[in-house]
């Protein structure tokens, strides 16, 4: 799916007035039953204060007021501190925006523990209301993290929006967020979360052949092999139609594990998925030519050059196989024939080196190997050129 975060068309409209409307306000509807709770703090004052609109007035009562031990476990505490912080959150006022780092963050965890402690759910229909907001911030703010590499709070960010989502009022699920979570702990270096999530997603049928292979991937980066494999022949059996980045990933891994059969079967189902794919041909004939097969190495390198015709790869290595067919029967010729067939692989390989050091000029060893070719078949202009060049390298 590549490194980028993901955004939905839900996040990125602006959410109007109607359901961004200040939190402080939802307060107003409150039963206005004032009770002393504490002969030091009178946690209503928070309300007060917010009202007027002295934002550091609020925040500095309802920072005492969880250090009291006659307030700390009373839901109304923490809900007047998570309306406080929410506040700070939303406020456009840049001196109110740096009371704290994080407000967000604190309403959140403000709200959910007003949640727990407010049996009577005195303030939960309040609070739902509220966090349906604080979830679509969160998206929001984890965006802000990760495009800014913060990927430990874009991680947290992306998580408080899944957590709100799973609440029974709520009950929602948004793969979307799920993928970014997966992404910021795969990038924040917790493959373990990260690897949870991606097989959420599998679950819930997200992403396809691309969620599968970002799985493999993890599950490799961790030695967790038999997983790995398991997992990309899961996803091509379940995405049959657009599995060519797992049978791509299938032969690169038998090929670094020196399993050349293994990953010839794999270059075959790919070729059969896509005929047209130059590096499947190539390696398959690289496959062939370690086999001492030239002549079906030969195929399958024209076959990639036909459909690429600037593929260097292939133009080396065909280059090369002729160029080295032709050194190891000159170096035992005895005979006019046998030289001529030297020179005639020569032949074969100079318009495919002499491409490549257009391509790619200043490769030294194409140039030797074409000095070589020049100096055999007695082509001196070629020679005194290719010469120059040389020269000039050195």
Not at 31 to 59: R, T, W
Not at 120 to 136: R, T, V, Y
Not at 180 to 198: F, H, M, Q, R, V
Not at 264 to 272: A, H, N, P, Q
């Amino acid at each position: 799916m590549g490194e980028s975060i993901v955004f939905s068309h839900f996040y990125i409209i602006k959410l109007t007035l109607q359901y961004m409307k200040r939190i402080c306000f939802i307060i107003i509807l409150l039963s206005v039953n004032i009770f002393c709770f504490s002969q030091k703090i009178n946690i209503e004052d928070i309300l007060s204060y917010l009202k007027a609109g002295n934002a550091v007035k609020a925040k500095e009562t309802s920072d005492l007021s969880i250090n009291d031990k006659d307030l700390i476990t009373n839901p109304k505490t923490w809900y007047y501190r998570a309306v406080t912080y929410h506040s700070i959150y939303e406020s456009d006022i840049k001196e109110v925006k740096a009371l704290s780092p994080q407000p967000l963050f604190e309403a959140y965890n403000s709200y959910v523990k007003s949640m727990q402690l407010d049996t009577k759910k005195e303030f939960n229909g309040d609070i739902i209301k509220a966090l349906n907001i604080a979830s679509s911030q969160f998206v929001y703010e984890g965006i802000n993290y990760f495009n800014a590499k913060d990927y430990i709070n874009a991680l947290s960010s992306f998580e408080n929006n899944l957590a709100i989502n799973k609440l029974p009022a709520i009950n929602q699920i948004d793969t979307i967020v799920i993928y970014n979570a997966a992404l910021s702990a795969e990038k924040s270096g917790n493959n373990k979360l990260a690897i949870d999530y991606y097989n959420q997603l599998i679950k819930l049928e997200y992403g396809g052949a691309n969620t599968s292979l970002d799985l493999a991937k993890l599950y490799k980066k961790e030695n967790r092999i038999s997983e790995y494999i398991l997992t990309l022949e899961n996803g091509i059996k379940a995405n049959p139609t657009e599995d060519i980045g797992l049978i791509t990933e299938f032969v690169n891994y038998y090929l670094e594990i020196g399993k050349n059969e293994e990953a010839m079967s794999y270059v075959d189902k790919g070729i059969f998925r896509e005929p047209k794919n130059q590096g499947f041909h190539f390696v398959k004939g690289s496959l062939h030519e370690q086999k001492g097969e030239y002549t079906k190495a030969e195929t399958e390198y024209l076959k990639a050059i036909e459909i690429d015709s600037v593929y260097n790869d292939a133009l080396f290595n065909l280059g090369a196989l002729y160029f080295n067919q032709a050194t190891d029967i000159i170096k035992v010729a005895k005979t006019k024939d046998e030289q001529a067939k030297s020179f005639a692989l020569y032949t074969k390989s100079q318009p495919l080196l002499e491409k490549i050091d257009f391509l790619t000029p200043g490769d030294i060893q194409i140039m030797k190997m074409l000095k070589t070719i020049y100096t055999l078949l007695k082509i001196e202009s070629k020679l005194i050129e290719i010469n120059k060049k040389l020269d000039k390298s050195q």
